[in-house]
């Protein structure tokens, strides 16, 4: 025990010490950019700029901040990702909608918010018609998790679009070419968990967001437009039902909630989250995405929320919230109650970048209970989670 807190001393001081050096550095090259910087505005006019983000913060370029043009107006916003991939911004909390284009039709990862489903729905036509490739009727809607503002808009957008149940190529006896059997309304896709905890309460506010189609599976690959398109299971990441889409062709994955680049991720315990089941989905979208030159850039990962971002931006994340998750657990070894935890403040070094919020619907406490609520009341704190797919408790994932 001892050894754990004077090891975080001595990577505590390492740190300060390459932060101060680092500081150093950082003051010699701002006093050159001021220099630069009065000489240019004396020369055009111009006013100062906006502050930049300190040195290691994320930057999301969706959020009303001074650092990127406010994107939650009431509009949705698409752009490009890459390949036949797009991105729908614009949602409450940044939610991200991923749309593929492609000879087939449309297929959708999330609809967002009930509120926001009309304008998404304007707005992926548009693009459809724009951008898409020979049918442009929306067929798949695929939804991360079952919380509201990924499957609000599931109702507006499926009945928009039209599912091929069956694609009869027999000639007909008059010589015609058989049609093809079309069902009003997309597929929807979700994972069993997320159907079963929508349909569980025996009331009418989620009708009409259920998934047309729930499977329970670890993998499932398909092929649309053109590409493989493999959905993954992590079992209890944020919730039990989540779903992580890899369009293999484009190179992009659509991470849903186990990636957020606006907060820490959001455990819904009672929608069956876990900390230690995030981790292991942390890791497995860090296994399916592959790093570009100087492990920067590759395969484009799309958070449920905030920015897109790559395999080096996930591995942080990782990184964090294992440091997180052992001190957590190391203080509930010494038997230590969730309000001591919470006093200690585990997370407190991130928590400028990536929690700190004290209301709202995702705060530093938020996540720290759902930590300190899901790992065991004893178990290992120098727990990787890197190379394994069980925990501590035994539990696999
Ligand atoms: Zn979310």
Redesign the pocket.
């Known amino acids: 025990m001892h050894t754990f807190s004077s090891e975080r001393g001595a990577v505590r001081a390492v740190s300060i010490a390459s932060r101060r050096a680092l500081w150093a550095g950082l003051g010699l090259a701002a006093a050159s950019l001021v220099v630069g910087l009065a000489g240019q505005e004396g020369a055009t006019g111009r006013p100062p700029q906006a502050p930049q983000p300190a040195f290691g913060d994320p930057v999301n370029i969706y959020a009303s901040n001074a650092y990127a043009p406010a994107r939650e107006d009431g509009e949705i916003h698409p752009s490009h990702v890459r390949g036949q991939v797009w991105l729908m911004t614009g949602e409450p909390?940044g939610?991200n909608v991923v749309v593929q284009l492609g000879d087939q039709g449309v297929l959708v990862v999330d609809t967002g918010t009930k509120a926001m489903a009309p304008k998404l729905l304007a707005e992926i036509q548009r693009l459809a018609q724009e951008h898409g490739g020979e049918h442009k009727e929306i067929r798949k809607v695929v939804n991360t998790?079952g919380?509201l503002?990924?499957i609000g808009g599931n109702e507006t957008i499926a009945k928009a679009g039209s599912e091929i149940t069956g694609w009869n190529d027999g000639i007909l006896p008059g010589g015609e070419r058989a049609a093809p059997f079309v069902s009003p309304g997309a597929e929807v896709l979700a994972h069993e968990n997320v159907l079963r905890r929508l349909t569980a309460g025996g009331t009418d506010e989620f009708r009409g967001l259920e998934p047309t189609d729930a499977e329970s599976f670890e993998i499932d690959n398909q092929r649309f437009n053109g590409e493989a398109v493999q959905i993954y299971h992590p079992h209890n990441a944020n919730t039990d039902g989540q779903l992580v889409v890899l369009f293999r062709g484009s190179d992009v994955i659509a991470a849903?909630?186990v990636v957020?680049m606006n907060t820490y991720p959001?455990i819904d315990v009672k929608a069956g989250g876990t900390i230690d089941g995030e981790l292991v989905a942390l890791n497995k979208v860090i296994a399916m995405a592959a790093p570009g030159p100087l492990a920067e850039g590759g395969t484009v990962i799309i958070p449920?929320?905030g920015r897109a971002c790559d395999q080096a931006d996930v591995a942080l994340y990782r990184n964090m919230l294992t440091i997180i998750r052992n001190t957590v657990q190391y203080y509930k070894n010494q038997g230590k109650t969730l309000q001591q935890v919470l006093d200690l403040k585990p997370s407190e070094g991130y928590d400028q970048s990536w929690g700190g919020a004290t209301s709202g619907s995702w705060t530093t406490r938020d996540f720290i209970t759902a930590v300190y609520e899901t790992l065991p009341a004893k178990g290992p704190v120098f727990f990787s989670m890197k190379t394994v797919t069980s925990v501590p408790s035994g539990k696999q994932f």
Do not use: E, K, Q
């Open positions: 909390g939610s998790n919380r503002d990924h849903g909630d957020d959001i449920g929320h």
